[in-house]
């Protein structure tokens, strides 16, 4: 029986990412969702697991954590094998440049919370929100595609091993594929989409499994 829990909703890429890392290291876990569309991240409940009304949470044997980052750092290091980060300082600092690229920069200003607000803003008008959204994602898988091409990456974000900036590639390209966003230039990024695409950890945390 698992004790381990996600608290998560279907899309949220966030959640996607801690469902692929719980996956790449093969443990058990459990789901119990957060209904962002019902609003159910701002109520006590969700409150008292995440102060920042945000999913996902992890329930990790009893202590619960919040920010799939952080989260999945500390699996990598509860849980070394397969590692999600390289050994040499340098290369880790460039996984967490490319995954920061995502998380901290594209992540942010495409969330539900933020756009909502837009809309409201610009008098309901749902467009802008498409707009928005292709907009930002793209310019950021563009960069990062450029990120990607010093020399460093191979079948997968760095070198030949998945790891966390994959963790995070992954469920932002579903959500770029979500908005309509072109991608079809990002060769980088595309090659290795189709290669975790061919890890089951990936294939059982994609959201058309579980939405
Ligand atoms: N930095 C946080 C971001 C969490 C986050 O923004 N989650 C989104 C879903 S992907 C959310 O809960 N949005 C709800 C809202 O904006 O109200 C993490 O990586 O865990």
């Known amino acids: 029986m698992s004790n381990i829990t ?37 109520a006590a409940e969700n409150l008292q697991r995440n102060p920042q009304g945000l999913v996902p949470s992890l329930d990790l044997e009893g202590d619960m954590m919040t920010q799939s980052l952080a989260i999945i750092e500390y699996l990598d290091e509860l849980h070394p094998s397969p590692a999600l980060m390289p ?39 749902e467009q802008i929100k498409v707009n928005w959204m292709r907009e930002f994602i793209s310019k950021g898988l563009s960069a990062f595609e450029q990120l990607l091409g010093d020399g460093q990456s191979g079948r997968f974000c760095h ?33 290795i989409v189709a290669e975790a695409d061919k890890l089951d950890a990936f294939r059982m945390a994609e959201p058309r499994q579980l939405g």
């Open 159 to 191: 070198g030949d091993q998945v790891g966390l900036a994959d963790v995070c590639l992954v469920p932002q390209v579903y959500n770029a594929d979500r908005w309509g966003v072109d991608r079809s230039h990002l060769s980088r990024i595309n090659a």
């Open 87 to 125: 050994v040499t300082a340098r290369e880790r600092a460039r996984v967490r440049t490319l995954s920061h690229a995502i998380a901290m920069d594209i992540h942010p200003v495409c969330n539900l919370g933020v756009v909502q607000r837009i809309v409201e803003l610009a008098g309901g008008d």
């Open 6 to 42: 996600l608290y998560d909703y279907w899309r949220s890429s966030a959640s996607y990412r801690v469902r692929i890392a719980l996956n790449l290291k093969g443990l058990d876990f459990k789901t119990v969702t957060v209904d962002l569309l019902k609003g159910e991240q701002k």
